[in-house]
């Protein structure tokens, strides 16, 4: 095998030795990144411990649960106008140049909505955007309009159509597995600017004059005069701290979102088993890529006595 290797090296031009070993320069090495990246991602899902949302820490974690739509919010994918809870799809055109046949993607949009995660101790958003999702769902399909008028299903073959669609699709109440960067937004979060808090319900106030009067014109003189205004001031400022007090002791919103830094974010319908074996099954393969492309170029190199 290695000697009619040796033969093929040597009897090739200098253009495809030379095409040959840039191909191997640069696939080698995206092999053993992508080597490296499987792994990490396997030994990340292996390390991280699963958290109830209701205990979750604020950082990177590891939730499951139920998926589903956000109320009176749905979801819903564009190429089969099917209730969902994220989405994806890609539209392919066939093109033909020199008698052969390809398929060039002309659109291709994936969900950005936001959609609710539940377990037994409560809910989190989760925001898709820039997540690596494995989807439950996957159609292909044929047509001959850039948009689909027929769902998957309807016939329509490859040979007598001029595009192909595919779609992904994750369902209602699917059972899901997020990684990813947990944080609880509080009402009490942003700026409080009692001043201006209170100024703002003072004018709402003025807005209804009768009302004010009747509110606060202890003399019936049919104006505000200034110790009745100062009251009225000293209203708006409990009610204003009252409603501070109200948004600080509320309940968060849990929110799971793409990290802002390197770590990943996924988003999956399969088990933590099933998502760890595929990712170990892409390192070995990609280790293997790997060491025949280490292995193939430095016999070419060799054989020719570059190295």
Same mark, same amino acid.
């Given at each position: 095998?290695?000697? &009619?290797?040796?033969?093929?090296? *040597? ?40 958290? #109830? ?9 590891? *939730? ?8 009176? #919010? ?12 994220? /989405? ?8 033909? =140049? !020199?008698?052969?046949?390809? /398929?060039?993607? %002309? ?33 292909? /399909? ?17 040979? &007598? ?7 992904? #699709? ?10 990813? *960067? ?18 703002? *319900?003072?004018?709402? $106030? ?12 202890? !003399? ?6 200034? =110790?009745? $205004?100062?009251?009225?001031?000293? %209203? ?10 109200? =948004?600080?002791?509320?309940?968060? #919103? ?9 770590? !990943? ?19 070995g393969a990609m280790l293997l890529v790997f060491l025949t492309g280490i ?8 054989? =020719?006595?570059?190295?």
């Amino acid at each position: 095998m290695i000697e &009619f290797a040796i033969d093929l090296i *040597l009897s090739a031009d200098q253009n495809e030795y030379y095409f040959f070993c840039a191909v191997l320069g640069v696939a080698t090495p995206w092999s053993l990144y992508a080597f490296i990246r499987n792994s990490g991602k396997a030994r990340l899902i292996e390390d991280t411990p699963t958290s #109830l949302i209701r205990s979750a820490s604020q950082g990177f974690v590891e *939730l499951e649960g139920q998926a589903s739509q956000l109320e009176n #919010l749905p979801i819903i994918a564009p190429l089969t106008n099917t209730q969902c809870i994220w /989405w994806h799809f890609i539209i392919e055109k066939k093109v033909v =140049r !020199d008698k052969k046949t390809h /398929w060039q993607v %002309v659109e291709t949009k994936t969900s950005d909505s936001l959609f609710m995660l539940e377990d037994e101790t409560g809910g989190c958003l989760i925001d898709p955007e820039g997540a690596e999702v494995h989807p439950s769902v996957k159609k292909q /399909w044929y047509g001959r309009s850039r948009w689909p008028s027929k769902g998957p299903g309807a016939g329509g073959f490859s040979m &007598f159509s001029s595009y192909r669609y595919h779609e992904h #699709l994750i369902k209602p109440d699917e059972h899901i597995y997020a990684l990813g *960067l947990f944080r609880t937004q509080r009402a009490s979060d942003g700026h409080f600017d009692e001043g201006s808090e209170v100024s703002a *319900l003072m004018r709402e $106030w003025k807005q209804d004059h009768d009302r004010l009067l009747k509110r606060f014109d202890v !003399d019936n003189n049919g104006e505000i005069d200034s =110790r009745e $205004w100062e009251a009225a001031r000293r %209203v708006a400022l409990k009610r204003v701290r009252e409603a501070q007090l109200e =948004r600080a002791i509320a309940p968060g #919103l849990h929110i799971l979102s793409k990290p802002a830094n390197e770590k !990943d974010f996924i988003i999956s319908t399969k088990s933590q088993e099933e998502i760890t074996r595929r990712y170990r099954w892409k390192s070995g393969a990609m280790l293997l890529v790997f060491l025949t492309g280490i292995g193939s170029l430095t016999l070419m190199l060799t054989t =020719r006595g570059l190295i």
